[in-house]
Each structure stands twice: as structure tokens, then as C-alpha cells.
């Protein structure tokens, strides 16, 4: 056997070798993906359930202050003001879970970067919107205050929505066919009326309301502002907003404009390079959760949420 054999043989063997550590690599990848995945999954699940089903604060929570609350006076009707928070914060932890399992979805599919960063811009909206109204650092009628202010939002905007699409806001067009369905927040209530009885509301209270760009605010609410000030942030929260805004409206810097072209000309996002720029999928539910915790007097999904920050910050999956 000469030495040429030799070195061919060599040559193959590193060749061998070689391919064998990129087979192995792309399956611990992979394997990391699917993990931090399933525990994107997992924190999704918890989230539905805190927004379905009744929270049990501790005795000198500030979620049992606002029980204590007088009744919110809507017109005809009395609402407790700690079933406003809930049911305001709720809608938003929904919205929240529905986002992180598209970002499940499209941390599995490894296919769309922007896609990807715009729905964890999502997540940390929907968190820090469901955050903001159960502030314990505030005082209950602070929370009060920011509670009403994005029901209006929400009214205002399914006016909006309804009327771009041709529909009526009368009230005889949105009463239920049984007729006697008490539905403090459905479709069969007149958007109109509860935002007139809203305002009449905070008029007797003797609140001012502003004339904001497009519904009216008892207290002025904005994401900049929330990224900026809410306690138990750690200041990655504007960042998150301001990054994840940038690449969602064409603003990013050059060295992210090379990576939505890489990530295009072939054909793949890496999951590494979704969790590079998706921050706000991580700092969205920690900022909740964290506040969540302190309202009620008791943590939520520990475990999961633990399991989860380690893998979106490590990128290690843990069996």
C-alpha cells in the first residue's frame, strides 16, 4: 500500500468523520427546537388556563383589595370591579396564548423569519396589555382607571371594525334570538351604550376622560410607555417592543436586512436565528407571569415557565 493509499484513505475517514458531526449537529439542533417548542406549547396551555378559569388570591393580595371594591355602576347594571380587571386582563392572556402556539408552529416550521418576530411582537403586546391592569403597584382605582380605558379601546374598535365592514351598532341588531341572555361582555350588547355608560361612569366618579387619536381615556395607555415602566421588568422590555417593531414595519438595521435575505435565498429560518429575534416571546410572559404572581400573592406555572426561559435563552434542550 503506498502512501498516497494512505493519505486517501485519511482523507476519506476525516470526510466520514466530518459529515457524521453535521448529521449529529442538525439532529441536536432539531432536537433543541422541538424542545424549546413543546415548552412554548406548554406555556401556551397555562395561559389558557389562566384566562378561563377563576384566580384564588391570597388574603392580603392586592387581587383581594380590588373584591373589596365597590360594584362599577354600567348604566343598568352593577359589575364587580375585580371581575373587570379579570375579564379585561383575560381577553388579553387569550390573545397571548393563541400567538405562542403560532410561534410554536413557526419555530417547528423553521420557514419565516418575519413571521416569526412579528408574532412574538404580538405575544408581548398581549402581555403587557394584560399586565398592565392588574399593576399591584398601583392603587385599585389606578387599575380601575386602566381597565375601563382599554374596554373602551376594545369597544371602540369593534365599532370601527363593524362599520368598515358594513354592519349596524344598533342595539336591535345585536340582541340574541333567546332573548334573555345576560352576557356582560358579548356580541348581543350595544357597543355604544356601554361605552356612554362607561363615560358617564367616570364623569361621576369625577375623572377626566381625554379624547384620545381614536377612543376616548380615562388614563393614557400605550405599549412604549407600559415597555418602559411597568415594575418586575428588567429592562429588556423596550428593546423587545422597539426591535420587534423595527423589522416589522421594514426599519431594521443592515446586519438584520442580511439575515431576512439569507433566511430567503435558502429557504429556512433557523430556529437559533427566530430566538435571536424574538425577544418579546420570552419577555412578554416573564413580565406577566412575575406580576401575576405578586397580585394575586401566588406564582403561576413555575415549573414551565422555568423550563421554558432556559431552553429560549440557552438554546440547550434538557430531556
Known amino acids: 500500500m503506498t502512501s498516497?493509499?494512505?493519505?486517501?484513505?485519511?482523507?476519506?475517514?476525516?470526510?466520514?468523520?466530518?459529515?457524521?458531526?453535521?448529521?449529529?449537529?442538525?439532529q441536536e439542533a432539531h432536537a433543541r427546537r422541538d424542545a424549546l417548542a413543546a415548552a412554548v406549547d406548554e406555556i401556551a396551555d397555562g395561559f389558557t388556563q389562566l384566562g378561563l378559569k377563576p384566580w384564588k388570591p391570597e388574603r392580603k393580595s392586592p387581587a383581594r383589595e380590588d373584591m373589596k371594591v365597590p360594584d362599577v355602576m354600567l348604566g343598568d347594571r352593577a359589575e364587580p370591579a375585580a371581575t373587570v380587571l379579570r375579564y379585561e386582563s383575560a381577553v388579553n392572556i387569550l390573545s397571548a396564548a393563541d400567538q405562542l402556539r403560532g410561534?410554536?408552529?413557526?419555530?417547528?416550521?423553521?420557514?419565516?423569519?418575519?413571521?416569526?418576530v412579528s408574532v412574538a411582537r404580538g405575544v408581548f403586546e398581549a402581555c403587557l396589555w394584560a399586565t398592565a391592569v392588574i399593576d399591584p403597584t398601583i392603587s385599585p382605582d389606578e387599575r380601575l382607571q386602566r381597565a375601563l380605558t382599554r374596554r373602551l379601546a376594545r369597544l371602540s374598535a369593534g365599532i370601527r371594525l363593524r362599520k368598515m365592514l358594513g354592519g349596524d351598532t344598533d342595539a336591535d341588531q345585536l340582541v340574541e334570538n333567546n332573548g334573555d341572555l345576560d352576557d356582560a361582555h358579548g356580541t348581543n350588547r350595544d357597543p355604544v351604550k356601554d361605552i356612554s355608560d362607561i363615560l358617564a361612569y367616570a364623569k361621576d366618579r369625577g375623572w377626566s376622560v381625554k379624547r384620545g387619536r381614536r377612543t376616548p381615556e380615562i388614563t393614557p395607555l400605550s405599549i412604549d410607555w407600559l415597555s418602559e415602566n411597568l415594575e418586575r421588568r428588567i429592562g429588556i422590555e423596550g428593546y423587545a417592543w422597539t426591535s420587534g417593531s423595527s423589522m416589522a414595519h421594514g426599519e431594521h438595521a443592515a446586519d438584520t436586512a442580511v439575515w431576512v435575505e439569507l433566511s430567503q435565498d435558502i429557504g429556512t429560518a433557523p430556529a437559533w436565528l427566530i430566538q435571536l429575534w424574538s425577544n418579546g416571546a420570552w419577555a412578554g410572559p416573564r413580565l406577566f407571569l412575575a406580576t401575576h404572581a405578586a397580585y394575586t400573592g401566588k406564582g403561576s406555572l413555575r415549573r414551565e415557565y422555568q423550563r421554558f426561559e432556559e431552553l429560549f435563552l440557552s438554546g440547550v434542550g434538557k430531556s
Open 4 to 26: 498516497q493509499d494512505d493519505t486517501s484513505r485519511d482523507g476519506e475517514a476525516w470526510a466520514m468523520d466530518i459529515l457524521a458531526q453535521l448529521r449529529q449537529g442538525k
Open 103 to 116: 410561534f410554536a408552529v413557526l419555530l417547528r416550521a423553521e420557514k419565516s423569519l418575519m413571521g416569526a
